[in-house]
């Protein structure tokens, strides 16, 4: 009866999908073109005016949207208070929570009370910012007592901490205790005081580690939401670069941040982030690999679709071109969304070394790429299936090192290949110093040995060894892992079916792709469907040439840079004076 | 529906793939056949008469294509006439793809897997594309865009590695068989533009001007494509042998020898190859569950894609023999399935005419 | 999640088909055992006598395979090409009756040649095997084609490379002398079976034989051009005792007869095929001497077919340029007032022999192996009118006209050329007597 079951509803029908689509939408314009017939092509030309910009959003605006549904007010008596907070916070049993009484040097004295996690706090803030101010050097008013202004001009004059927030909540209190925060509460007020008093060990900034790059900028993310904001920051140094953050998760609020830039990002791009991003109804987000899995479009392909990236200069580069950046807290790799199959295959070196080497490197990147899911399944496909193509010297030294294995050729590459990810697995996990041992002993010993015992026949240890070498050359973690993933399916196929079983997954991984959307995005996007041509996709052009943002993000500037970015070739210092800056900004609407 | 929306270039190049995709099969030796040494004659007579015949499809579509083809069929011809034709255009279509299926699989068994049995062939066509079917049209024309540089790439690069073999006497004399056969399957081989009928049959959004483009484009990128292949071949080999072989394109793949390092390659083009051929079946495949559907007026046509794979390799079974296969849909189906393909919307509008209902309001506004 | 679990229906499917590995067409490559030459003869007991050369691949790819190949003809164990030879019905039955025998199945998907006697050759049975051969899918439409003067068996058997670990790159090595010499033809199966079923042109195919004439010791040498020799007749010792030199002729399917080394380079020349020879010939002006010129062709040949009144008139125009090798008169054959008789001696030479080819071919063979009946297809329009213009007919009645242009580009490494010291015959330093 399961059978039954699971075949009504594997091969079944009800209804039409009702999954929700989001598609990003092509601009008005674009659509107003097309439906006038005057296009070239499919592609609307770039040559359409500027957008008019969209004022930003005032600072404040966005910060209401999480706290709604909580009714508990702060009381207006401290002990009602702390009475809550201690029982909140399991005090008798939790060690780390600390109530810090002490009073405030008015006449009457109002008691207050201090409020922090011993650990996460850095204690000479507090002393020095905190105590000091409030108990020994405020001259406050004697006769005033506690009421409202009081504590009014404590937020405005006596607190020298760089970040004090007015709470009227129970939850704001825990979330900013939680969080690192000291909260001050006063006898007499229903509202509390919470200073920036974060003092936890992170991290210092390091080189990126797993996008190396040999020119170019080296620093990586930390595991510290703020440093990675402000490196992000650092690179994009305009008002317009937005940074919003979402509270995530239900148990465990995880901060997470989501940067644009408001005059280039689409609007319902950003929209469709924060909705899938704050949709979530989750326990906890310990990093952004979770995250991904929640806001991903298709969980069960084999290759991301969202990029994630630990170097500032990488993610400033994808702001500018009008991505999303989501950045977790506890984490050093930012998300950008949304990714095409090229991003993966980019590394921002190509973009820092000269333009002939940046195109060398592109087509050593591709041909890994390809070698990594193919090598092997056409190993196993001309040695079983098409020994007519191999020329004769080649095939007499592949039947002969298989002379004395005893194998056939699909058990050989299975074990080699299996014992490649061992390794591979193991260097990772290995303690550090272990580490290069186990590659060495991976790769020369077993090797030397599986061919010196006759497992293997060596001519499969080039090939696997070349398949490794190529996987890591995709400059993308998580692509890597699903290329060599996809190895295996190759290698099964093409043990089936030769050739035919090859170009038979080839053509389903491809439609696959084809059929991905990541954030609205299409997957191949632009080479299928067609856009608009974009200076950066496998061939990368030279800079003064990549003049358009992708068509594809739907920016609100379409453009990069005027199509002539090299003023000096096009006019004489003279002349120039003449047609001015504002010439160059008709320029680019003409061209 | 916005799923239907292609692009232009994609849509040239989609039905570019297809029709291009008898290259492959039998199509090089069957035109020598016809004409002997003349046969690139013939192509460009088919091709400069199914740009005329396209002239229908095109007024067709200015006048009836804001609805579907079974709805304007219908509109147009009434319900029982209307089904009829929609029915005429489905059947030839469905025993077209079976026969193409068919004649993939056998390629595959010819070039490179001698001893597995066709069944395995078939199955694994059938199932890899009405997966891909199931993805829908805006995949597979990007399929096909993706595809087509790289498919062509491969035909170019044996058409050129057989360079060394080229003699240009074989060419003469200039009009082979003679004039009767090049007028005579000149016209029935305007049938090889017959994937046009996609345009008509599946509701596809274009522009009218792009309709044009798409149609005149395609036909040309054909016609050209048909003419190198042809021309080379027969430089290749003579005509009287060149109308031997099964798969004309694989014999010149296997004559290539750039010495002792790169012979044999044909086994290579496998890759290419096969992926034209599961373009072909998998809009096949689709494009007849989607008007299948717009006839039954359902929803949605992806239930009707595992019935109709199943159906299509029930036929593509009947024929006995690869002989059998090549001789009825190349000397049977191939000959006549242009009065089909170009005759439908010429009676529909005439039909049309005569019934004196023109353009509909709502069309006209768009 | 519902519409995920649609998926898994093709996805069974597919591990279903996954299952079929090994079901047909695989086969691992030391299960196979490559056939590398095909030797086809007469049979005595049966229809044919077909001959393997199989290659032993741990021989051949251990690189050892020379000095263990020193075993005797019909040893067939341990050497590092054995060739296995059995009498049956077709070439295809012999596949599997070698491996009766053979454990590893016969494969000829690296066959790089086929031998054929020249019995079957001159009874016309080797000419309806071709269409056999090109039928079957593992067979090479490249594999080169050749007429065995001896038995083709013992070609085979005599085929052991001196240089060569791979009778397979011999072979093809071999073959391809064909661009420097132009002592044989070069030919794959494919062209052969496409000139044997077209009017206008008669294939050819090299010729193949084992050494028989080993140098004498005694008796006075007399000149005789280098491709005067017909395979098996040069004098030689040492290397394989086989020679590839010359070709054989065929009319409709038929041997007709040996061309020899010359002929061939003048066959190739008027094909187009020609690439580069060295010719030797006596100084035009010094006779006695012996001048020796890489001759390259410089185009394809010009070659026109008319129709008149007599029949057809063929005016054939050939061009070729070379490089003074190595003359042993010291004759400057730089200087312009020599070089127009070396070059005028030299094209009389080659039209001479063209000359003699031709009516060899016309009368002798009656066959166009020289290929002019291809531009006589320039002449009509239909595949009808080229039929009832019966070209054979025409081209053994035809006018032939040849025309050779020669012009020497270089002359090799000396500009000048000193004579020797003579001082007795009053020749001293530096006395050039021209």
Redesign the interface.
């Known amino acids: 009866m399961k059978l039954r079951k ?1 075949l009504s ?3 079944g ?5 009702t ?1 929700r689509k989001f ?1 990003l939408e092509e601009t008005k314009e674009e659509k107003f073109l ?2 006038d ?1 005057d296009i070239k ?3 609307v030309n770039a040559a359409h005016p500027r957008c008019p910009l969209k004022k930003p959003k005032k600072p404040g605006q966005n910060e209401q949207t999480a706290n709604e549904q909580d009714t508990g007010e702060l009381r207006h008596t401290l002990s009602e208070n702390i009475l809550y907070l201690e029982e909140k916070f399991h005090l008798p049993k939790n060690k780390d929570v600390v109530f810090r009484s002490f009073t405030i040097s008015t006449v009457p004295e109002v008691s207050a009370v201090l409020l922090y996690l011993e650990n996460m706090v850095d204690k000479q803030a507090i002393n020095h910012s905190i105590l000091q101010p409030l108990m020994l050097l405020s001259h406050l008013n004697p006769n005033q007592g506690a009421n409202l202004a009081t504590y009014q001009r404590i937020l405005q004059s006596y607190l020298p901490s760089n970040h004090v927030r007015k709470l009227t909540i129970y939850d704001e209190v825990i979330t900013e205790v939680t969080g690192g925060a000291t909260v001050i509460l006063f006898d007499g007020c229903s509202y509390g005081l919470a200073a920036e008093t974060r003092g936890f060990a992170f991290r210092n900034i390091e080189a990126a580690r797993t996008e190396q790059v040999v020119q170019g900028p080296q620093e990586g993310f930390n595991e510290n939401i703020q440093d990675n904001t402000s490196l992000i920051r650092k690179h994009l140094r305009t008002e317009q670069l937005i940074t919003e953050y979402e509270k995530v998760g239900v148990r465990n609020k995880t901060n997470v941040a989501i940067m644009y830039l408001e005059d280039l990002a689409n609007t319902s791009l950003v929209k469709e982030v924060k909705s899938r991003v704050t949709g979530i109804n989750a326990d906890y987000l310990p990093e952004s690999g979770t995250l991904e899995e929640f806001i991903e479009d298709h969980t ?1 392909s084999l290759i991301p679709q969202i990029i994630k990236t630990e170097r500032p200069d990488r993610v400033a580069s994808m702001l500018i071109e009008g991505k999303v950046a989501i950045v977790v807290d506890n984490d050093p790799f930012v998300m950008l969304v949304p990714t095409t199959l090229w991003d993966l295959l980019h590394s921002p070196e190509d973009h820092y070394v000269r333009f002939p080497y940046g195109f060398w490197l592109r087509f050593i990147r591709l041909a890994a790429a390809l070698l990594t899911v193919l090598l092997p399944a056409l190993y196993v496909a ?8 191999i ?3 080649l ?9 004395r ?1 005893p194998f ?3 058990v050989e590459v299975l074990l080699m290949e299996f014992s490649f990810e061992l390794i591979r697995e193991a260097g990772v996990r290995v303690p550090g110093i272990i580490g290069p041992t186990v590659g060495i002993v991976g790769t020369l010993i077993l090797g030397q040995a599986a061919v010196a015992a006759s497992l293997v026949s060596p001519i499969l240890i080039i090939v696997v060894a070349v398949t490794g070498l190529s996987s890591y050359a995709i400059p993308s973690y998580s692509a890597g892992f699903g290329l060599r993933f996809m190895r295996f399916i190759f290698i ?2 093409a ?10 997954g ?3 991984v ?3 792709l ?2 991905m959307n990541s954030f609205g995005v ?1 997957f ?1 996007a632009p ?4 856009t608009v041509r974009s200076a950066d996709i496998l061939i990368r052009y030279p800079v003064w040439s990549q003049e358009q943002r992708p068509d594809y993000l739907q920016t609100k500037d379409r453009q990069r840079q005027v199509n002539k970015s090299r003023r000096w070739l096009t006019k004489s210092p003279d002349q120039r004076k003449d047609g001015g800056s504002a010439g160059a900004g008709k320029q680019n609407r003409r061209d | 529906m916005q799923e239907n929306k292609i692009g232009e270039t994609e849509a040239i190049v989609l039905l570019t793939t297809i029709m291009t995709g008898k290259i492959f099969l039998t199509f090089p030796n069957t035109m020598v056949g016809y004409g002997g040494n003349a046969s690139w004659l013939i192509i460009l007579f088919s091709g400069c008469l199914a740009l005329i015949l396209f002239s229908f499809i095109l007024r067709f579509l200015n006048k009836f294509g804001g609805n579907s083809f079974p709805e304007s069929a219908e509109n147009i011809a009434g319900p029982y006439l209307g089904t009829m034709i929609v029915l005429a255009v489905l059947l030839p279509w469905l025993i077209d793809v079976a026969m193409t299926l068919r004649k993939f699989s056998e390629m595959m068994v010819i070039i490179a897997l001698p001893e597995t049995p066709i069944s395995v062939m078939v199955i694994t066509f059938i199932v890899a594309s009405a997966i891909v079917a199931y993805l829908g049209v805006n995949t597979i024309s990007r399929a096909a865009y993706l595809s087509f540089p790289l498919s062509l790439g491969a035909v170019l690069f044996i058409i050129i590695l057989t360079y060394p073999a080229w003699n240009l006497d074989w060419l003469f004399p200039l009009l082979g068989k003679g004039l009767d056969p090049i007028l005579r399957y000149g016209i029935l081989r305007s049938s090889d533009y017959g994937e046009l009928n996609l345009l008509y049959a599946i509701p596809l959004i274009f522009y009218s001007q792009q309709i044009k483009r798409i149609g005149y484009k395609s036909i040309v990128l054909t016609m050209l494509i048909f003419l190198v292949v042809i021309i080379t071949y027969l430089l290749t080999f003579p005509a009287v042998v060149g109308e031997e072989p099964y798969l004309p394109l694989y014999m010149m793949a296997r004559g290539v020898y750039l010495g002792r390092f790169l012979q044999r390659i044909e086994a290579v083009f496998v890759l290419f190859w096969v992926i034209n051929g599961y373009l072909w079946i998998s809009i096949g495949i689709y494009g007849f569950c989607k008007i299948l559907c717009d006839l039954l007026r359902l929803p949605d046509y992806r239930p009707l894609i595992l019935p109709t794979a199943i159906l299509i390799l029930a036929i593509s079974f009947i024929p006995a023999s690869l002989p059998d296969v090549v001789l009825f849909s190349i000397y049977t189906y191939r000959e006549y399935s242009f009065i089909l393909i170009f005759g439908i919307p010429a009676l529909l509008l005439l039909i049309a005419h005569l019934r004196g209902k023109g353009v509909p309001a709502e069309n006209e506004a768009k | 999640m519902k519409q995920n679990k649609r998926w898994l229906a093709p996805l069974a499917l597919f591990c279903l088909l996954l299952l079929f590995s090994g079901c047909g067409s695989h086969y691992e490559p030391d299960a196979l055992s490559y056939v590398l030459l095909i030797g086809i003869d007469e049979g005595t007991q049966n229809n044919l006598r077909i001959s393997f050369m199989i290659a032993n691949p741990k021989e051949l790819a251990g690189g050892s395979g020379a000095q263990n190949s020193t075993g005797g003809g019909d040893e067939v164990k341990g050497t590092a090409s054995p060739v296995a030879t059995v009498e049956s019905p077709s070439l295809y039955a012999a596949m599997n009756m070698v491996n009766t025998f053979v454990g590893r199945k016969i494969s000829l998907m690296h066959a790089k040649g086929i031998i054929f006697s020249e019995k079957m050759a001159r009874n016309g049975s080797m000419a309806i095997f071709i269409p056999a051969l090109t039928q079957y899918r593992e067979t090479r439409g490249t594999a080169f084609l050749a007429v065995s003067k001896d038995k083709p068996e013992k070609i085979l058997h005599e085929m052991k490379p001196l240089l060569e670990a791979n009778p397979a790159k011999y072979i093809e090595l071999l073959a391809a002398t064909s661009q420097y010499t132009g002592f044989i033809p070069s030919i794959q199966l494919q062209e052969f079976y496409n000139e044997s079923k077209v009017e206008g042109i008669a294939p050819v195919s090299i010729l193949f034989a084992s050494s028989k004439n080993k140098p004498s010791e005694d008796g006075k040498g007399s000149l005789r051009r280098e491709g005067a020799y017909v395979a098996g007749q040069m004098a030689k010792r040492g290397g394989v005792a086989l020679e590839a030199m010359g070709a054989a002729a065929f009319r409709d399917g038929k041997m007709v007869g040996e061309l020899n080394g010359d002929e061939t380079t003048l066959q190739a020349m008027l094909r187009g095929k020609f690439k580069r020879g060295i010719f030797s010939m006596e100084d035009p002006l010094k006779p006695k001497n012996i001048l020796s010129m890489d001759v390259v062709s410089a185009r394809k040949p010009k070659i026109k077919v008319r129709l008149t009144n007599q029949g057809a008139v063929i005016d054939a125009k050939i061009s070729l340029e070379g490089n003074l090798l190595g003359a042993t008169s010291t004759i400057d054959y730089a200087l312009p007032k020599y070089r127009p008789i070396l070059e005028k001696d030299f094209s009389d030479m080659i039209k001479k022999q063209a000359e003699d080819l031709i009516i060899k071919t016309q009368q002798e063979y009656k066959a166009d192996i020289l290929g002019f009946g291809t531009k006589a297809r320039h002449l009509v329009l239909t595949q009808k009118q080229w039929q009832e213009l019966k070209w054979r007919d025409l081209y053994e009645q035809a006018e032939v006209n040849i025309e050779v242009d020669y012009k020497l580009r270089r002359t090799g490494n000396l500009f000048r050329i000193m004579p020797l010291l003579k001082p007795e015959q009053g020749i001293d330093e530096g006395d050039n007597p021209q």
């Open positions: 699971f509803k594997a091969l029908y009800d209804g039409p999908p999954d598609i097309a439906a017939g092509g499919d592609t069960f001309v040695a079983t299936f098409h020994q007519e193509m020329p004769t010297d095939l007499l030294s592949i039947a002969a090192a298989k002379e294995v056939p050729t699909i099964f196929l043990a089936t079916l030769g050739f035919f079983g090859i170009s038979t080839l053509f389903i491809f439609c696959l084809l059929s299409p191949l080479v299928a469907p067609k």
